[in-house]
C-alpha cells in the first residue's frame, strides 16, 4: 500500500454513480444505526434519490472520487428540510463515506463544494441530524459552523435499541 496520499475529485453526482452510491448507503444500512433506513436498496430502488438531486439548484449530490482510480469514496447532499413551502430556503445536509474512507479529509472535502455550489442558491440554514453518538460527524458539522440545536431522545430504533439524534443548523 502507497504513503502517498490519494488525490481526491469533487464533482457533482451523476446517474453512472448509482451503484457505488448504493453500495455504499447500504454499508450504513446494514452496520450502524447512522441511518434509520433497517432495510437495504437495490440501486434502482435508489434512482429516484439520485434523479432528486440535479446539478444545480438546491438539492444537491457531490461525490468524491480517487483521481486514479476513479472509486466513489464518499457523497454528501443537500436535501428538502420538510415539505412545507415556508421550509424551502432551508435544507438537510448529509455525509456519507466509504468504509475505507474515513479520517482522510474527504467529509471536510465534499462539505466545502457543497456549501460553496449552495452559497447561489436561494438558502437561509442547513440542518443536520447525527445519530448519537457519532463523534466523526459532529466534528465535521461543528468544522463548518454548525450549532448544536437540541437532541430528538429515542427517536428511532434499529438493532434492538433506540438511538437519539442530535440536530444542528448552520447559517447559509
Do not use: C
Not at 45 to 59: I, M, N, T, V
Not at 62 to 69: G, R
Not at 115 to 124: G, I, M, P, R, V
Request: a negative charge; proline letters at 6%; charged letters at 25%.
Amino acid at each position: 500500500m502507497s504513503s502517498e496520499p490519494t488525490e481526491v475529485q469533487v464533482r457533482p453526482g451523476v446517474e453512472a454513480d448509482l451503484a457505488a452510491l448504493t453500495d455504499i448507503y447500504n454499508h450504513y444500512v446494514r452496520e450502524t444505526p447512522i441511518t434509520f433506513d433497517t432495510a437495504v436498496f437495490s440501486p434502482e430502488e435508489r434512482r429516484p434519490w439520485l434523479l432528486s438531486h440535479p446539478e444545480d439548484g438546491p438539492y444537491r449530490l457531490m461525490v468524491a472520487t480517487d483521481v486514479d482510480t476513479q472509486e466513489i469514496l464518499g457523497y454528501v447532499t443537500s436535501s428538502p428540510f420538510r415539505t412545507k413551502q415556508a421550509y424551502a430556503t432551508s435544507v438537510e445536509v448529509t455525509a456519507y463515506l466509504a468504509p475505507q474512507a474515513g479520517g482522510r479529509g474527504i467529509g471536510t472535502l465534499l462539505y466545502k463544494a457543497l456549501f460553496e455550489a449552495l452559497s447561489t442558491e436561494d438558502l437561509h440554514r442547513a440542518y443536520a441530524g447525527i445519530a448519537q453518538p457519532n463523534e466523526a460527524s459532529t466534528r465535521l458539522h461543528e468544522r463548518f459552523g454548525f450549532r448544536y440545536v437540541g437532541t430528538y431522545r429515542e427517536v428511532g430504533r434499529k438493532f434492538g435499541r433506540y438511538w437519539d439524534v442530535a440536530w444542528y443548523e448552520k447559517d447559509l
